[in-house]
């Protein structure tokens, strides 16, 4: 059973950067997919971003290249979001998920693990 634990998120100005943590414990990864999507209120689960456990290939939705950054430490089992150039868009709870897979990264519905969520609040 795999267990995730995000941390990291909060309040920041428009502008400002925040860096997500999703800790992972009871798996094991390497054919794993660790993706982030957040959630805003009256919205559907979207696709931030995701990347292979093992290996550097990295995937985002189009409204945040550039602006932010996934990447994991293998040895921390952990895996982050570091978001910069925030923009009040980008309010929402965030999620850390996992997959076995790289087949539908981007579909919520294929991923099987997911965390308890964290809010960012991002204000203008």
């Known amino acids: 059973q795999v267990q995730l634990v995000e941390s990291g998120g909060g309040l920041a100005q428009a502008g400002g950067s925040l860096r997500l943590s999703c800790a992972a414990s009871?798996?094991?990864?390497?054919?794993?997919?660790m993706g982030w999507f957040r959630q805003a209120p009256g919205k559907e689960r979207g696709f931030v971003a995701a990347?292979?456990?093992?290996?550097?290939?990295?995937y985002y939705v189009d409204s945040v290249k550039g602006r932010f950054t996934i990447s994991r430490d293998t040895a921390k089992n952990t895996v982050y979001l570091q978001m910069n150039s925030l923009k009040p868009e980008d309010t929402a709870v965030y999620y850390c998920?996992?997959?076995?897979?790289?087949?539908?990264?981007?579909?919520?519905?294929?991923?099987?693990?997911w965390g308890q969520g964290t809010q960012v609040t991002v204000s203008s």
């Open positions: 998920a996992v997959k076995d897979g790289m087949i539908a990264y981007s579909d919520p519905g294929s991923y099987v693990y």
């Open positions: 990347i292979r456990w093992s290996g550097s290939l990295t």
């Open positions: 009871g798996g094991t990864f390497s054919t794993y997919v």
